[in-house]
């Protein structure tokens, strides 16, 4: 997210000089591999990545494959980095005669762990998608579910059981942010905007008052805002800086007085407004 | 998530023997340190691991904090692991004087990547939520919105414009995927139940007939099938074991018919899914 005070593309901003390729390269989602990868990447801005997961790399042919298209890539000049989270030893060292910079996401560290523990790694595969995981999935699915029929105070039934209802103007984060602790951490969570309607009287919203403690404001700059809103309707009054501003320091306003927590989402993406969600409100993952 | 024909705590699972307390510590929300470090420690099933995530440290009292929390673990006896993705050098210095065996997911890779890059890593911090990221939160916001509107078949408007179709007997884990590719990835994705109604026909539903090509199947086990929908309508007939082995098997039989590829979500979890969607139809994330 751009803090939309700050122009995005400064001219200073270094001109990428040099092409490689990177692959995430995992034997499941590939999820872990590419995140903690393009964080490191993102270290080096002078440097252009063409980037590419592989999930699922959990056969010796599979693995092949991958190295095949890797040097593919060495082959065209693009001097491949290989990022992995490959577990079983035999796959990693297919993956290891590819023609590419290899950097082992997972091993290194096992080895650290074996030696503090004093034991060794367990070959058993699959361990971490075992017992409890069916109680997760059914928390998530109900979280899913819950989020859907609460999003945008659509619903005010069961909102006693809500671990957080966030409440906000129009467009300031409220849908992604919901989900994202809904699927992520199973949490029930419920949304209500705030509209001009909820601003002439002292308290908060009806529907939410008997939930204040539970509750958790979002807020963002004008202009930001003034952006998003021009994205669904353009040249309205609702899009307009002036309504924006407006709105949004009633709100504060309300957030204050009221001692609702809130955040500025402008600068922050749905992973970290969640997780400031979470610390705040001292919710741990269901 | 489980295969119900296998028990699911078999008496030969191993009992921990031990208790260590393993601390994430991250300088933003702490999902990848708490990933890849639950990936590690599920090597080590014999030992019973006592789980904190500390999210944001991200100033030198932030990290004292924590060390302090640490050391208290320490002296209770609990031997501490700390997994860390903290980009600072100074913070990661405070952290290593914890008592505590500490693992840096980060550090060591950069040092690594820096002698293959031939170049001193950027200290800019933040680098990763730059420009770019304006335009990934307006389609993820765009896709849960569209994700939300088109789920369980609420709406046929806009079907057109689907990355893909999931379609599936109720309760096979369609919600849930469906959210997690609009989060995860801002894809537009539409779900359509498949009920008794449906089957009469030879062909795909109606409403979804047209986007053949982008239809994508889910099934389960019945025996999973009959425990996730008991959990909704106690010993209905909704629920029972012979009501979900008739509608996976026609189902599938459908699927095959259409050439629909499809896949079995009992032994899965929600991002296994969504990443095997994504390969099979050919998807990137917008």
Do not use: W
């Not at 593309?9 to 989602?29: G, H, I, K, N, Q």
């Not at 082959?75 to 035999?90: H, I, N, R, S």
């Not at 003034?226 to 957030?255: M, W």
């Amino acid at each position: 997210m751009i803090d939309p005070s700050v122009p995005v593309a400064p001219l200073s901003a270094p001109e990428p000089t040099d092409r490689r390729a990177a692959y995430f390269v995992s034997d499941s989602t590939g999820i872990t591999a590419e995140t903690l990868g393009n964080a490191l990447l993102a270290n080096f801005p002078t440097i252009a990545f063409v980037r590419h997961t592989v999930p699922f790399v959990d056969t010796e042919q599979g693995a092949r494959a991958v190295v095949a298209e890797i040097d593919a890539a060495a082959d065209a000049g693009l001097e491949p980095l290989v990022f992995t989270t490959v577990k079983q030893a035999a796959l990693r060292s297919i993956l290891s005669s590819a023609r590419a910079v290899g950097i082992d996401l997972l091993a290194g560290h096992l080895t650290e762990l074996e030696s503090a523990l004093g034991t060794t790694a367990s070959e058993q595969l699959g361990q971490y998608h075992g017992v409890g995981d069916m109680t997760r999935y059914l928390n998530r699915m109900r979280a899913v579910e819950y989020a859907i029929e609460h999003d945008d105070g659509q619903s005010m039934r069961a909102l006693d059981i809500a671990d957080v209802v966030i409440i906000a103007p129009s467009r300031c984060g409220k849908t992604p942010t919901t989900m994202y602790l809904a699927l992520q951490y199973g949490l029930l969570v419920a949304n209500y905007p705030l509209t001009d309607d909820d601003f002439p009287t002292e308290g908060l919203p009806r529907a939410v008052a008997p939930y204040r403690e539970r509750c958790f404001g979002l807020t963002t700059t004008p202009l930001r805002l003034s952006q998003v809103r021009h994205e669904r309707r353009p040249g309205s009054r609702y899009a307009s800086l002036a309504q924006c501003t407006l709105e949004l320091r009633r709100a504060e306003d309300l957030y204050r007085r009221q001692r609702v927590p809130f955040l500025n989402s402008a600068t922050k993406s749905v992973e970290e407004m969640s997780a400031v969600i979470m610390q705040t409100m001292k919710l741990r993952g269901a």
